[in-house]
């Protein structure tokens, strides 16, 4: 009775799979080939990632008291911007819920 539920979810997952694959790309006209543009990944260094963290802690220590409105603007500027070229130059990983679902069934069954 394992098996066959194990093999019954399997195939049905793997025939909701297909549909995924198959796409409609021979259909769509050349210009709307790539409706999305895609982004090259940006891997930060750890000496890039040290260089950042001494200028924000810098940021931080500075006296702000004494600067005018424009400084501090800018300021929030340049921290908002590194904390951008930070946040994209780690590796994450999204899982969505059925993957989730998906993984967490897997392991209940083979274990």
Known sequence: MKKSFFLAIIVIFSMGATMVFAGNEGLKPEGEKSAVPVKAENKLSEAEINRLTKRVEEIRDMDKSEMSSIERKELRKELKETRKNVK????TIYIGGAT????????ILLV
């Open 100 to 107: 989730l679902l998906l993984i967490i069934l897997l392991v």
């Open 88 to 91: 994209s130059g780690g590796g």
